[in-house]
């Protein structure tokens, strides 16, 4: 059974920055691309960044580029979201998960509770 944990969310300024963390199991970590995700109210879920098995591909949507880092440690199981110049736009339940076709950004089945990021003055 595949587990994701995702932790790090909360409220902050616009301009602010959080880090957000996800812990996995059940799966061979290392072999699998990971990705984060979010969704808004009212708004489908989004792609926001993905990084290869060995963390050597990176890949952003371009809402982030420039201000959101994704990196992993294969060794603890967790991959993280550094998000730095964050914008109310930015408002979102966040999502890690992995992904069975790196073309295709086509993500596993396995979906955690997600963690809360909320972005305002």
């Known amino acids: 059974q595949v587990q994701l944990v995702e932790s790090g969310g909360g409220l902050v300024q616009p301009g602010g920055s959080l880090r957000l963390s996800c812990a996995a199991s059940g799966l061979t970590f290392s072999t699998y691309a990971m990705s984060w995700y979010r969704q808004a109210p009212g708004k489908e879920r989004e792609l926001v960044a993905a990084?290869?098995?060995?963390?050597?591909?990176?890949s952003y949507a371009a809402s982030v580029k420039g201000r959101f880092t994704i990196s992993r440690d294969n060794a603890k199981k967790t991959v993280y979201l550094t998000m730095n110049s964050l914008k109310p736009e930015d408002t979102a339940v966040y999502y890690c998960?992995?992904?069975?076709?790196?073309?295709?950004?086509?993500?596993?089945?396995?979906w955690g509770q997600g963690t809360q990021v909320t972005v305002s003055s």
């Open positions: 990084i290869s098995g060995p963390g050597i591909r990176i």
């Open positions: 998960n992995a992904l069975s076709d790196w073309d295709r950004r086509t993500p596993l089945d396995y």
